[in-house]
């Protein structure tokens, strides 16, 4: 069993950065790929980014490509999601998880492992 707990979350205004963490449980973290996804209020879970399981591989959302940076710390059990330019529309809950695999996969159902989530606001 992996729990997982997201930090970092917060109100920014447009145009600024939040850096997100997320702190595995137990000895596995560093086998499995790990992911962030994000739901807006009214909205269905969707993709942000991931990294594979030694950092060396990562695949962004278009929506997200060139602002948000996800990074882990396979000797501190953590995976980071550093955001930048944030927009109104970056609001949302986000959410990190452990994928069953050890490849990047942005298909929600290859991650069983999901943390409780924290909000992102950016406001205008």
């Known amino acids: 069993q992996v729990q997982l707990a997201e930090s970092g979350g917060g109100l920014v205004q447009a145009g600024g950065s939040l850096r997100l963490s997320c702190a595995a449980s137990?000895?596995?973290?560093?086998?499995?790929?790990m992911g962030w996804f994000r739901q807006a209020p009214g909205k269905g879970r969707e993709f942000v980014a991931t990294i594979n399981r030694s950092g060396g591989n990562t695949l962004y959302a278009d929506s997200v490509k060139c602002r948000f940076t996800i990074t882990r710390d396979n000797a501190k059990n953590t995976v980071y999601l550093q955001m930048n330019s944030l927009k109104p529309e970056d609001t949302a809950v986000y959410y990190c998880?452990?994928?069953?695999?050890?490849?990047?996969?942005?298909?929600?159902?290859?991650?069983?492992?999901w943390g409780q989530g924290t909000q992102v606001t950016v406001s205008s």
């Open positions: 137990g000895c596995t973290f560093s086998r499995y790929a």
């Open positions: 998880a452990s994928a069953r695999g050890f490849i990047v996969t942005m298909i929600f159902e290859e991650y069983d492992y």
